[in-house]
């Protein structure tokens, strides 16, 4: 995988409570938003990736391999792992909670993708997102956890009510936001070429997909169109920080000339 990353505190907010991991080794890659105000979201998001990292890292060790929230038989092994990972970050970010200002809540919404073999393996809580640019059209793989996004699903209020709602930012799942969080773990066999986007609300919220994809389309040097995106986001209104993971599958022969 070709990547790049880059990550801006935004115009209005006094620290960057996100985070993001890069790692081409493992072919990890996340991004968290934390939540919880001041530098609080931003130990959450840190403790989640580091987490996941971790265990993930332990997963090339089998015999070592502790399974604290059980094995299912009916998934593939990769869903197994990340799965775990970020049961173990929810209960980690809980823990720190607990240790940290009473009353003090503290949280993370999360897109993670864990490359084996030419399939992503991802999942996600909240509403950082995942997009997949393949033969220049843009997809979002993930679906938001949000009030809204619920209200839409069971027809309650329309698109446009939902884009300007409120109510938008309130999230229904996160890390460390309670005890038993659901994850699911999704797949997509990759081809040459394929582009995937892992990014923070400060990026969503401002752009459209079809800004997005233009702005993929234009730029082929991942770390320029990180670039663009976030500095498109900002010119939009983005008043969040904003992160933005892009990825981009690269021919055999390409990485062999690379090395």
């Not at 115009?11 to 996100?18: A, I």
């Not at 009473?102 to 991802?122: F, N």
């Not at 209020?157 to 309670?178: K, Y």
């Not at 997909?209 to 991942?222: G, V, Y």
Request: charged fraction near 25%; include cysteine; hydrophobic fraction near 40%.
């Amino acid at each position: 995988m070709e990547w790049a990353v880059l990550s801006d505190i935004g115009t209005t907010r006094q620290t960057n409570e996100d985070s993001y991991l890069a790692d081409p080794e493992k072919q990890l890659y996340i991004v968290a938003d934390g939540m919880g105000g001041q530098a609080a979201g931003a130990v959450a998001s840190k403790l989640a990736v580091s987490v996941i990292s971790d265990f993930i890292e332990s997963a090339e060790k089998p015999s070592e391999l502790t399974w604290p929230f059980g094995f299912n038989d009916s998934l593939p092994h990769q869903h197994n792992v990340l799965k775990t990972a970020i049961l173990l970050a929810n209960s980690r970010v809980l823990q720190k909670a607990e240790q940290m200002e009473k009353d003090l809540k503290i949280g993370t919404t999360l897109i993670a993708v864990w490359v084996q073999q030419r399939t992503a393996h991802y999942s996600h809580a909240g509403d950082s997102r995942l997009y997949l640019l393949r033969k220049g059209e843009l997809t979002q793989l993930t679906e938001d956890h949000t009030l809204v996004q619920e209200q839409l699903n069971r027809g309650i209020i329309t698109q446009e009510e939902m884009e300007d709602h409120t109510l938008r930012h309130v999230i229904t799942r996160s890390i460390g936001g309670r005890e038993n969080v659901e994850v699911e773990v999704e797949e997509l066999p990759l081809a040459v070429g394929d582009q995937l986007l892992l990014c923070s609300d400060g990026l969503s919220s401002s752009l459209g997909n079809e800004d997005i994809s233009r702005i993929l389309q234009a730029e082929a040097d991942l770390e320029i169109a990180c670039e663009q995106l976030i500095r498109s986001a900002l010119e939009a209104g983005s008043r969040d920080n904003i992160t933005a993971v892009l990825l981009r599958l690269m021919p055999i022969e390409k990485v062999v000339r690379r090395v």
